[in-house]
Each structure stands twice: as structure tokens, then as C-alpha cells.
């Protein structure tokens, strides 16, 4: 039976038949192809990183191609996560607040995503539970087979038609195992079998443990879990084995002997220097060509196209690899101690580095351990600092002191939304006299708001999706230093996420004590803003004053991509460099020229 006879023969909900199969119009079974990422043994193994890297590869190819990421968690969105125990909370254009690995397939693909490439078990049993009120299930009893699964396969297919892409890369979250996404694998086993042959491929990541007192990698808990997964009813076509070391021929046996699958598909992803590395890894490893057969794809590969890809992408991977001179960013944060909170800011200073040449190491510094007597000394070492996102109150004055302290002594800086916000508290207080200023998120009753609650925000009650979200275009002012970055470019479009704003009560005064907004957002207001101004969405210190000095209201560290690092990070890089002395490469070429300067007593910092 081919896709299309198998699904005839699979109906509607109704008393008739135990088949439920929702499908969206305009669905053609067979004709998409999926491929599963599923993750064994433990969290944190890269299926976000595996899976962008093989989509990655397939676009090179001329084959279209959209990720998806399947969440069990049962929050609507990533929105309410905290990042200390999930990562940054990233959000895409069209407002929808999700996953980290969204970033690594944005970043990878260089392609803008939607909601429809996230969804998460509430986003699921949402969708089941209001049809249910809608009396959608025509008088069956609603039950995880075939009604949930029935929803997540509906899922998938939705976005087969939406983006009409050839091949779907599906990444389910979590570990084979867990209660949470046992219905994903459900689901997927079902697809596979209603898509026909040739349609599916799946792929097991898995660990190999080293542990240092024995010197010799073991493939147990491997073996066992991949058991798992045969239970339940999915063979993996290939294992991607992750490990600090390359994996022994001796393991990769093991692993074919146990789970049928061949030598040649059973691979070593080991931990290397940057994740832009993998699809590069995945071909040398042959992975794309085995994927190409299974789903016989072999007549949609254009070769010249992925040559030519190849080449672009390769030239990234040696100029990060060159890039030579060091300079140090100081990283002013929360949560310090968890590098994945800032993932997209590492991100986007490694992109912009590599354009320049430079080898950015980062020191984390934790605000609430910075004082006005310790600022000086706690940065004495880094050639520019970043103040990024956050919420709350934890660590605030320490974020103030940073900020006199750059602004004073010149050196460079980069706000990033809070970093913004608590860049014009720093100048209202410091320079505009206004001692107690400050943001009404930290203190209801400063008699100087010169940040307040959005005014669309007020009336809002409840936590989720509930700030000002998603793409906006950032309307710059002419010849200011923002303007002098961005160059002959026509649109400046950035992410946005945040509750508060500066107060446009104040903005007169601040501008009279010489801050300049340099961006705004350029739709009129709407008439529920009273105050009948453009959000500010950008400032600058004039650079007669301070060699560098910006900040946003946006995260211009979501749309960074590697071969389109965007301007704000490169324009402070830039800016460290020269405060170390060094001259920045021309341009993001071939061969980086930058000068580098020899290391001074702080040292080159790796
Ligand atoms: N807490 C601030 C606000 O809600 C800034 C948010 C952020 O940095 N993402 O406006």
C-alpha cells in the first residue's frame, strides 16, 4: 500500500472505524518527507545542533526544508520558563515565545520561523480539550490513541502544507523514556506507517560514556535505551553517537550489533569547536547521502547549488577558525552562571568576531556583585561590556554602576532591552540630576519613571504572551552612529520582548542632557496610547563624547546569523579592538588582516 491507500482507508473520527487521522487540506500523504531527531540516555545532547546541521545540509542541497521542535512540557509557550533551568527564552517574528533551539535553526538555516515550527504538550491537549467542547469527536470518548496522537500527526502535516517544504526535520524534546513525549513517539511511529515507504527516517542520538577511571568508552546505557526505543516500536535508521572523543570503531560495532542498524550509519558526532562545524561533520560522516537514499531523494540534489553553498559556509568555518586577536567582553548578567541563558548573545559576538577577526572571549560577571566601589577593578580587564536582557529587581544597582563606570571611563557598550532601560535610569539619575529615577519594574513609587509599563500592558492580567512581542522595524534617525552602522541597508527589523518602555514624559529632558534616541518605532501610535509617541526603541552618546555607546530596546542578538552578523555586535567589537589598540579586518574576508596588538597585562584571557 502506498501513502494515499493506507490513509483512505483511515476515516474520520467516528463509531465506524478506530482510525483518526485529521488531515489539513491540501495534505497529500507520501509526498513529504520526515525526518525524526529523537534524543537517548540524557538531555543536553545537541538535537536541536544535529538536526539544523542536517537541514542545513539538505537546503545546501536545493532541498526545502522545515524544522519543527516538539516540546512535553505542558507551558503554552517557552514564555513563563525561567532560563536558569531552560535556557534564553527566544522569540520568533511573529511573536511566539519558544525554545533555544529555535535560535540554532533560525541561525543555521538563516530562515525567520513561525509558530508553526514549535509546539508543546499544552499547545497539544489545548487544541484536543477546545474540540472537545466544540464537540469535535462526534460522541467517542477522547483518548491519547488516536485522538492526541491524531492532533500532534495533524501538527506536523499543517506544517508540511504551510511551508511546502520537501523534507520536515521533527525534533522531539526530552529523552526516550520520559512520561512527557511518549505520545510524540506514538505519534511519529503511527506517521511513518501512514506516509508509506521511503517517508520516514529516524534518528537516535545517543551518549557514550568515558568515564576518567576507566580510560574506555562504554556503550551500555546506549544499548539499553535504544532497546527502549525498539519497544516501542521505532528501529532508528541511523545513531548519532555524542561523546568528548571521537567513538572507537569497537562501540560503533556494538551499537550495530545490538539495534540492526549498519556499521556506516552508526556515527561519531564527538564535541568539537563550534557548532557551525556539524554539517560539514554530517557529510564527511556520509549521513546526508545515507538520508538521501532511505527517503529517495537522490533526483532533487543539486549538486552545483550545494558546491556553491558549501563553499560560502566553509569560509565561515576558517575565518572563525583563524581569527586571531583577542579581545574581552565583559557580560553583565543574572544568570551568570548558566551560560544558556545568553546563548544568542554568545552567538551573535562569536558572528561578529569572526567578521572582524577576533577572538571574543567573554567574562561573566554577576550584577549583584558589582558595586560602585568594586565596578572599576571588576572591569579593569574586559575592552567592552553588554548589559543584556532581564527582569526584575535582583541586581539592578550593580547594572547602574556598570553603566556609569563605561560611560565615564569610554568604554564601549552595547544595552540590550534591560540593558537599555537601565541605560537611561544611569543617565537620568548621573547626569540629568534626577537622583531617584527609575524604572517603575524595580520601584512603584519613584517620583521619576522615566521607564513605565507600556500603556497596552496596564489592563493586561496573567503572565503568558503577555509583553510587547515579535518583529517590529526600527525606524533609525539620520546621521547618528546607528545610522553610520547600518549603511546603505533599507530595514532594520528587530526582535522585541518586554513589558516596559521609556516614558515619553521624559524624553525631552533626556535628550536636552544629551542622550540621543536614535530608533524609534515607526508606527503611529495607537489610540490607546495616550501619550501619542513612537516607542523609543534605540539610544546612542554622540561620539564626540564616548567612543561607543549604544543600547536598544530590542534583542538584536536573536537575529544574528552567521553570515549576517548583525551591525550593533560588530560595530562593538570593532569598537574593543580599537580600545585594545588592534585594527579590525576590512571585512568579513577570506583571509583576516587584523593586527593584533601584543597582550598587555590582563592577559589574552583563553
Ligand atoms: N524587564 C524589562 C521589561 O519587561 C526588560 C525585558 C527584557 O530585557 N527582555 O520591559
Redesign the pocket.
Known sequence: MDGEDILSSLGDASDETEFYTPMPAGYRPGQTKYVFVLGTVMSGLGKGIFSSSLAKVFQDKGITVAPIKLEGYFNRDSGTLNPYRHGEVFVLDDGMECDMDLGTYERMLDQDLTSLNFTTSGRIFSTVLEKERAGGYLGRDVQMIPHVTGEVKNRLRELAVASRAQVIFVEIGGTVGDVENAYYIEAIRQLSYEEGPHSCCFVALTYILEPSTLGEQKSKPAQMNLKQLNAMGIHPHIIACRAQRPVTRKVREKLALYSNVPMERVFSMHDCDSIYVVPESLRGAGIDTAVVELLQLEDCVDREAEAAARSVWNGYISRFRQAACPVTVGIIGKYTTLRDSYASVIQALEHAGTALGARVSLEWIDSAELTDANVGERLRCVDAVIVP???GTRGVDGKIAAIQHVRMQGVPYLG???GF?VAVIEFARNVCGLAEANST?VDVHTPYPVIDILPGQKSIEGMGAT?RLGGQDLLVEPETLLSGLLGEREQYRLRF?????VNPDFVERLEAGGLVFCGRSPHEPAANQPHGQRVMQALELPTEVHPFFLATQA?PELTSRPLSPDPMFVALVRAALARRGQQPAVSAVDSPVTVCAPADECGTGF
Open positions: 536582557g532581564g527582569f540590550l532591552c534591560y532601560q519594574e509583553m520582548r518586554h513589558r516596559y518602555e534583542h
